[in-house]
């Protein structure tokens, strides 16, 4: 399997994640959520920071709800 795959199967990984898991309450710790994911190892070794992962996590959740709203409409 290629780099490419991988990151698509990821990408939806965490997307179905954030569909299932998600609230609109849990938005106030965002930003707390990320300080403490920016700090996991994983993260560290590709040097991942917290301004990239608030980018990643705010498109990622305004897909999700976008499409959570599309599917009540």
């Keep these: 399997m290629d780099e ?3 990151g698509e199967i990821a990408l939806a990984l965490v997307k179905a994640q954030f569909r299932k898991e998600m609230a609109l309450r849990d938005i106030a710790n965002i ?3 990320i300080g403490n994911s920016v700090k996991e190892p994983e993260m560290v070794a590709i040097h991942v920071t ?8 705010k498109s990622l959740l305004e897909e999700v709800f976008q499409k959570q709203m ?3 409409s």
Excluded: D, Y
Excluded at 50 to 57: I, K, N, R, T, Y
């Design 31 to 33: 930003k707390r959520n």
């Design 70 to 72: 599309k599917a009540i």
């Design 4 to 6: 490419r795959r991988k």
């Design 50 to 57: 917290a301004e990239e992962l608030l980018e990643l996590s």
